[in-house]
């Protein structure tokens, strides 16, 4: 088995084969009858690092709600782990963990359908990354965006050993459970592209050339990027994102407080007026119209028109799935056992996999 140079992970080529391979399965997801379709398993997920919001509900829990409703196995993570990867102190990572998973069930993910599981119930992903370790290098581990980024975002910290090696870290997550397919944005894609190399280089050195892993293809979206109410990226911690466990009043209050302008006539003005643009695309979001559309209903109403519209939409879009949500929250003992049995699930094939590894490696006893 040939082994492609670290280039391919780069470059307009790489993202064309990856969008190539990306739409071919897309098509088959969408195929009930389609061959090989059976073999599918996606693996995605999300750190529990503070309380999931909108953005997420339209970037990624509605397009995992798709997928397990077409039948795709699927497994969700926790990464619980991959929370200590850039900060000091993990915060309630229990109780984040446990919102994270009332809104899963509240956007419609069955853990009938799909396996939700966490990092720390699962330490055989751990063993297995030490094996994937030897198959990278510094260099390549210092050049990938994602490390780059979060560094960047930590004001100079340090570079920690788990910031550093997250990539295997996911790579292990993937593999672990022999995931084929993985969801992403087109700037998370040298994650899945290091994990197929990874894949690849264990198949030619431990494995005698068998495929054992799959190479797992990146499932890109062309989902909306969900602006924070202040143009920037959303986020809980910076105060311009709208959580899914908020209140009606909480959103309102929030709303209330996001700085507009004191032009009178609203207009969707990405550049000149990144504040209004972003509330005139949340409010799209849930209404189903183009951002031009919602600033030409409110017209001349001004920022408090802005406002109004902005939080009866998202209030409204919300209200379903924020009274399943305080079902599931009123309920600690059903979310628990969901999480339990779905550790189990993923344990038990992260046990296969780390056999068969030991025994690639020779070091069964």
Request: proline share 5%; no cysteine.
């Amino acid at each position: 088995m040939t082994i492609l140079d670290d280039t391919e992970l780069h470059g307009d080529a790489s993202y064309a084969a990856s969008r190539a391979r990306s739409d071919t399965i897309h098509k088959l997801i969408d195929d009930p009858h389609g061959r090989g379709r059976e073999k599918l398993r996606v693996l995605t997920g999300d750190r529990p690092t503070g309380p999931l919001h909108i953005g997420h509900l339209f970037a990624t829990l509605q397009s995992r709600v798709a997928i397990q409703d077409k039948g795709i196995d699927t497994f969700i993570l926790v990464a619980d782990y991959q929370v200590i990867t850039d900060r000091d102190s993990v915060g309630d990572v229990r109780a984040a963990t446990y919102g994270q998973l009332a809104d899963y069930l509240a956007s419609g993910i069955d853990p009938a359908r799909s396996t939700i599981f966490a990092h720390s119930a699962v330490p055989e992903i751990g063993q297995l990354m030490l094996s994937f370790l030897s198959l990278v290098t510094d260099a390549e581990l210092r050049r990938n965006p994602t490390v780059k980024d979060e560094l960047a975002a930590t004001d100079g910290r340090p570079l920690s050993g788990l910031l550093l090696t997250y990539p295997v870290h996911q790579a292990a997550d993937i593999l672990s459970v022999h995931g084929s397919v993985v969801p992403v944005g087109r700037d998370q894609l040298p994650h899945v592209e290091q994990t197929r190399a990874i894949a690849r280089r264990f198949n030619a050195r431990y494995a005698g050339g068998e495929e054992y892993f799959r190479t797992p293809d990146a499932l890109l979206t062309d989902l909306p990027v969900v602006p924070g109410l202040d143009g920037r990226k959303m986020s809980t911690s910076r105060g311009n994102g709208i959580s899914l466990g908020m209140t009606a009043d909480e959103t309102a209050a929030r709303i209330r407080k996001a700085r507009t302008d004191s032009e009178r006539r609203i207009t969707f003005d990405p550049d000149g007026r990144p504040e209004v643009a972003s509330m005139l695309r949340i409010a799209g979001l849930f209404t189903g119209e183009r951002p031009e559309q919602v600033a030409d209903r409110i017209g001349d109403g001004g920022a408090a028109a802005l406002k109004a519209a902005l939080t009866t939409a998202v209030n409204d879009g919300l209200a379903v799935h924020r009274a399943r949500r305080a079902e599931f929250a009123a309920d600690p003992a059903y979310l628990e056992s969901v999480l339990r049995e779905g550790n189990a699930r993923a344990r038990e094939v992260a046990a296969r996999t780390l056999d068969d590894v030991q025994d690639r490696l020779g070091l069964r006893y």
